[in-house]
Nanobody, 127 residues
């Protein structure tokens, strides 16, 4: 059974950077699209970014476009989210999620698309 573990969160000043990792175990990620979501206190969980199983298709929320970059290393069974120019409004718990897909360039950045979820990692952007 696929299990996901996020890491790399922490406290960072506005304008700083963090790299989140989503490490998988129990199955290879070769056939899974991976999404990153976040949930701030009192708000709904929202999609941040998504990468297809092949890595050939990526999607970003408008709020992070140009600042965040999603990537994957299937040899390490890990997906990354590089976050630059962080803002206080990026503060949230960040979750990664996996969806097994038959289409290699497909990733849909909605919660219902994903079947497996990690426990989350806290990101706090504050001076």
């Amino acid at each position: 059974q696929l299990q996901l573990v996020e890491s790399g969160g922490g406290l960072v000043q506005p304008g700083g950077s963090l790299r989140l990792s989503c490490a998988a175990s129990g199955s290879t990620l070769d056939y899974y699209a991976i999404g990153w979501f976040r949930q701030a206190p009192g708000k709904e969980r929202e999609g941040v970014s998504c990468i297809s199983s092949s890595g050939g298709s990526t999607t970003y929320a408008n709020s992070v476009l140009g600042r965040f970059t999603i990537s994957r290393d299937n040899t390490k069974n890990t997906v990354y989210l590089q976050m630059n120019s962080l803002k206080p409004e990026d503060t949230a718990v960040y979750y990664c999620a996996a969806a097994r897909t038959a289409v290699q360039n497909m990733c849909v950045m909605t919660r219902s698309f994903f079947a497996s979820w990690g426990q989350g990692t806290q990101v706090t952007v504050s001076s």
